[in-house]
């Protein structure tokens, strides 16, 4: 039986789904459904400050573009894993499962671990960031 090791579509899948979930919760969720400002509210209502919700959303969005082109994976996750352990903070009350009222703290681990992975997967073979411009004939 052939063993299937394609390490790079690995690192392809996990990157490029970690950044659609960031751009999901960036663009729709911050923005479209919670509006910035009701984010910025939420943020109050539990004893951040208001400001930081604009910046969540910021890391959230081009973070989350940055690693589905595959730019600087690596650093994009690490800067991604305090927000996703905010993000895990803030759910702890209202347990361990996603589908609990309000949203439960499993979810969001899982989204931290994916980060981790992302760390020690990089970019992969399929990213921006391996496209060398100099051969691209216009």
């Known amino acids: 039986m052939k063993q299937l090791n394609r390490p790079e579509l ?39 400050p208001a400001a930081l919700a604009y910046v969540v959303f910021t890391l959230e969005a081009l973070g989350g573009i940055a690693l589905i082109i595959g730019f600087q994976a690596r650093m994009v ?19 361990w499962l996603f589908t609990n009222t309000g949203g439960g703290w499993e979810y969001p681990l899982v989204l ?23 051969k691209i004939k216009v």
Request: no cysteine.
């Open 10 to 48: 690995s690192a392809l899948i996990s990157r490029i789904t970690l950044g659609v979930v960031m751009i999901a919760h960036s663009f729709y969720l911050k923005l479209a459904v919670f509006t910035l400002p009701g984010t910025a509210e939420f943020f109050t209502s539990i004893g951040l």
């Open 77 to 95: 996750s690490l800067l991604l894993i305090p927000v996703l352990m905010g993000a895990t903070w803030a759910h702890a009350g209202n347990g």
């Open 112 to 134: 931290v671990a994916m980060a981790i992975t992302q760390i020690f997967s990089g970019n992969g073979a399929y990213a921006i960031a391996n496209v060398n411009i100099r």
